[in-house]
């Protein structure tokens, strides 16, 4: 939790907004709390908005949270996407092997 907390608190400061430990540990919790759900693939939306909401109450204008939002997406979803796709190209796609005994 707390190198997610770091990943949240230095996204969002990175896109220049004004972020203050308190308002990362809260995009954090609502964006947990949303992805219990699971409404969207790789909970696009649910992520931003959690963002919005949690630094809404620092006054950052909507469209850098949403920004913010997006980096930090691009930092968590990129490096296992390209890690998938690595080992993917290296084991390919194969078809489960079937016994003899089982029926065709």
């Known amino acids: 939790w707390t190198l997610q907390w770091a990943t949240y608190y230095w996204s969002i400061a990175a896109a220049h907004a004004a972020v203050t430990r308190a308002s990362s540990m809260l995009a954090l919790l609502l964006s947990n709390l949303g992805g219990l759900l699971r409404l969207t693939p790789g909970n696009v939306g649910i992520v931003q908005g959690a963002v ?20 930090l997406q691009a930092v968590q ?6 890690i998938g796709i690595a080992i993917l190209g290296r084991h390919g796609i194969r078809k489960p092997v079937r016994s003899s005994a089982e029926p065709a």
């Open 52 to 71: 919005v909401l949690g630094l809404a109450r620092s006054h950052v204008p909507v469209g850098r949270a949403v920004a913010a939002g997006l980096a």
């Open 77 to 82: 979803v990129i490096p296992v996407m390209l």
